[in-house]
Nanobody, 118 residues
Framework: QVELVESGGGLVRSGDSLRLSCTNS????????MGWFRRPPGKEREAVAA????????YYADSVKGRFTISRDRAQSTLYLQMNSLKPEDTAVYYC???????????WGQGTQVTVSS
């Protein structure tokens, strides 16, 4: 139904930019919100950004406001996270998630590693 695959992670230096992508390869016929979460080393998973079905409602964690931009291409069933001015504290495994509007079911990708060196 929903099958999420992330890509775009890697090793970058402080101040660099990176764009993460998440594609839903499943056949999903219901609206769903999407978001990015991350799990820093030794810490709990935290929400980074989220976007509604129509792309008009967005949420950003305070720690990434002004640096990260979430967007989605519904025609391509793809979610993006543009990350600028990266900091070492952004180092984490980044996960893509989707929540179906009809029943609140959550789906997760496998995660992609982002490492920012100082």
């Amino acid at each position: 139904q929903v099958e999420l695959v992330e890509s775009g992670g890697g090793l970058v230096r402080s101040g660099d930019s990176l764009r993460l992508s998440c594609t839903n390869s499943g056949r999903t016929f219901s609206p769903y919100a999407m978001g990015w979460f991350r799990r820093p080393p030794g810490k709990e998973r935290e929400a980074v950004a989220a976007i509604g079905w129509f792309g008009d409602n967005t949420y950003y964690a305070d720690s990434v406001k002004g640096r990260f931009t979430i967007s989605r291409d519904r025609a391509q069933s793809t979610l993006y996270l543009q990350m600028n001015s990266l900091k070492p504290e952004d180092t984490a495994v980044y996960y893509c998630a989707a929540r179906l509007t009809k029943d609140g079911s959550d789906y997760w990708g496998q995660g992609t590693q982002v490492t920012v060196s100082s």
